[in-house]
C-alpha cells in the first residue's frame, strides 16, 4: 500500500461543489491500494484570488500552514491535492519560500503564532502523478473490468493543472495524459482545438459573460470534434464547463447538453464500481451514457 | 501615502513598482514582444495587456496603471507565463500590481472581481475553509439587497440544480465546515499583515 498525505481543498467537502469528485476517487483508491490520509485541520489555500485582499506574506503563510502540517502531522509523506488550484498554490509557497529565504523567516514568525514552523521538506504533488509516476499506467489499468468502449471524450486539461508546472515533463500546449487516461478506460479521447483554454476560472463568479464565453467555445468545439461528453481533472473547470451550459442556452440560444465529468469518474465505472460509487449522482447534466455502463 | 511614495522615488515608477510590488523586480526585463497580449484568454475585454501595463510603469504613468482594472481581469491562467521568452512571472506581477493599487486604495471602486477577491479572502480567514454557500450568496448580495435578489433569481436554476446534485449544502449557512484552530489562523494572518507592512515601509 502507499500512503500520502492528503489535502482535500474545500470544494471537495463532503456538501460542496465537488462532493462527488471525492467518492470517484475514494474508489479509484481502494482498487488501487492507494491511502490519502487527511491533514489535520488543514485550511483553505487562498485559490488564485488570494492575492487581492491577502497580499503575498498572508497568502503564503496560509499556504504554509498546511505544509507545517503535513511535516509535523504526517512526516514524510507526499502531500497529494486532487484540485489543481491547491496544488498550484502549495506548489507555489514551497518555490517562493526556498527561493526567497527573507519571506521563510517572515512565514516562520507569522507560523509561530499559532505553535507552527515550516521546515521546507514537504512535497506537494498532484494525485495524477501519484497515478502515473508512483502506479504507473500498467496497474493502473489492471483493474479496467468495464470497457468504456464506443464513448468520445473530449479531454479537457484546462489552465491550472497544466501551467505554470504541468505534469511529467509533457507539453503545456498538447498535454496527452488526460487523453492516455481516456484510451486506457477503452473510450475514445477525440482531437479538438480547446483542450487547454481557460474557462473563465474564479472569474466565472465576477465577470460572468465573459467567462461564459470561454465555456462556449470549449463545449463547441467539443461537439464540433464529435464529442459526447468532456472529462477534466479540475474542479473550476468542472463546475464551470458543466453549470454554466443551461445559462448560455438561455442567453444565446444554443442547445447544449454535454456531461462533463471527472477522469476518477471514468476510472471508478470502468473498475466496475456503480454509478452512485463514481458519483455520478452527483451531475447537473446527465452522464447518461456512463450511467448505462455502471448500470450493466 | 500616495505623494510621499512618488516623492521618495523621484518620480520613477519603475523604481516603486521594483520596492513594492510582488515580483516587481521583473518588470524592467520586458522586451515588448506582445507575446502575453496575445496568450491572454480575456485579452479582447482588457484595456491594458500585461504588455502595455509594462510599458505604462515604464514610462511614469502611475495613475493610470495603479487605476487600471485591467489587472484585476487576470483569470490565473498563467498562459502569458509560461510562453514569456523573457521567463517574467506575468501572472503574479498581474495579482502583486491588483494588490498594491487595492492597498494604496487606488483600484477601480465596485471591480467585481475586486469584490469577489476580498469576499473569498475574508470567508476564508474566518472558517478557515470557503464555505460556498456563503460566499455564493455574499457575492449575490455585495451590491445591496434588491440587486442581490435578482441575482439570485437569475441564477436560481443554477442553484436548485447543484442542490438537487447534492453539490452545494443549505444548512452550510449555520456554519458548515470550518478549522478547528480558526483562532491559530487568524493570528497567523495578523502576523504576516504586520511584518508585510513593516517590509513596506523599510522598502520605502
Ligand atoms: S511576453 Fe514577456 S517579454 Fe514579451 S511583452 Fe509580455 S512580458 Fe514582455
Ligand atoms: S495569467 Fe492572467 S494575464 Fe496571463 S494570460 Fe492568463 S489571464 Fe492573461
Not at chain 1, 443551461?246 to 444554443?254: A, F, R
Not at chain 1, 477522469?263 to 450511467?291: F, H, N, P, R, W
Not at chain 2, 438537487?164 to 487568524?186: M, V, Y
Request: aromatic share 8%; glycine share 8%; proline share 4%.
Amino acid at each position: 500500500m502507499k500512503e500520502y498525505a492528503f489535502y482535500p481543498g474545500c470544494s471537495s467537502q463532503k456538501g460542496d461543489s465537488a462532493d462527488n469528485f471525492l467518492r470517484s476517487i475514494d474508489v479509484v483508491c481502494k482498487k488501487l491500494d492507494i491511502k490519502l490520509n487527511e491533514i489535520p485541520d488543514w485550511n483553505c489555500c487562498g485559490a488564485s484570488i488570494a492575492y487581492g485582499e491577502g497580499g503575498e506574506l498572508p497568502r503564503l503563510a496560509l499556504g504554509a500552514r498546511n505544509l507545517a502540517l503535513t511535516e509535523e502531522k504526517l512526516p514524510g509523506q507526499d502531500m497529494v491535492s486532487v484540485c489543481p488550484a491547491c496544488w498550484l498554490a502549495n506548489r507555489e509557497t514551497v518555490e517562493r519560500l526556498h527561493q526567497q529565504p527573507q519571506l521563510h523567516t517572515d512565514v516562520n514568525l507569522a507560523l509561530a503564532e499559532a505553535g507552527l514552523n515550516y521546515k521546507g521538506t514537504a512535497k506537494p504533488r498532484h494525485f495524477i502523478e501519484v497515478l502515473v509516476e508512483d502506479i504507473g499506467w500498467e496497474s493502473m489499468k489492471a483493474p479496467v473490468v468495464k470497457s468504456l468502449e464506443g464513448i468520445k471524450i473530449a479531454g479537457y486539461v484546462g489552465c491550472q493543472t497544466n501551467r505554470p508546472f504541468g505534469m511529467m515533463g509533457e507539453s503545456f500546449e498538447n498535454p496527452v495524459y488526460l487523453d492516455n487516461m481516456i484510451n486506457m478506460v477503452g473510450a475514445e479521447a477525440v482531437p479538438y482545438d480547446q483542450k487547454v483554454t481557460c474557462c473563465g476560472g474564479a472569474l466565472a463568479f465576477s465577470e460572468p459573460d465573459k467567462a461564459q464565453k470561454q465555456i462556449r467555445d470549449i463545449v463547441e468545439s467539443a461537439y464540433d470534434h464529435g464529442a459526447e461528453m468532456i472529462v477534466t481533472p479540475c474542479q473550476l473547470c468542472q463546475a464551470n464547463v458543466e453549470v454554466y451550459q443551461s445559462e448560455i442556452n438561455k442567453k444565446q440560444g444554443t442547445q447544449f447538453n454535454m456531461p462533463v465529468v471527472y477522469y476518477t469518474q471514468l476510472m471508478s465505472v470502468a473498475y466496475g464500481g456503480s454509478a452512485k460509487d463514481a458519483g455520478l449522482d452527483g451531475q447537473v447534466i446527465k452522464a447518461a451514457k456512463l450511467e448505462s455502463i455502471a448500470m450493466k | 501615502m500616495t505623494t510621499n511614495t512618488t516623492a521618495a522615488y523621484q518620480n520613477s515608477f519603475l523604481r516603486e513598482v521594483e520596492a513594492h510590488v510582488e515580483e516587481g523586480a521583473w518588470v524592467k526585463m520586458c522586451m515588448q514582444c506582445g507575446v502575453c497580449a496575445g496568450s491572454c484568454p480575456f485579452g479582447p475585454h482588457w484595456e491594458h495587456s500585461p504588455q502595455k501595463i509594462f510599458m505604462m510603469i515604464r514610462a511614469g504613468k502611475r495613475e493610470e496603471v495603479l487605476r487600471s482594472d485591467s489587472m484585476w481581469m487576470c483569470t490565473s491562467c498563467y498562459n502569458c507565463l509560461v510562453r514569456c521568452p523573457r521567463k517574467l512571472p506575468i501572472t503574479h506581477i498581474m495579482h502583486g500590481l491588483a494588490h498594491y493599487a487595492h492597498r494604496l486604495g487606488l483600484a477601480p471602486k465596485g471591480q467585481p472581481t475586486r469584490e469577489s477577491a476580498r469576499l473569498f479572502w475574508n470567508n476564508c480567514i474566518k472558517h478557515g475553509r470557503i464555505n460556498e454557500l456563503k460566499f455564493t450568496l455574499a457575492l449575490y448580495f455585495k451590491d445591496g439587497l434588491a440587486q442581490g435578489i435578482k441575482n439570485a433569481l437569475a441564477m436560481q436554476g443554477i442553484g436548485l440544480a447543484m442542490l438537487k446534485a447534492k453539490r452545494l449544502n443549505p444548512f452550510a449557512i449555520f456554519g458548515g465546515h470550518q478549522c478547528k484552530d480558526k483562532s491559530g489562523i487568524q493570528k497567523i494572518v495578523a502576523k504576516a499583515r504586520e511584518l508585510e507592512a513593516k517590509r513596506q515601509e523599510q522598502a520605502a
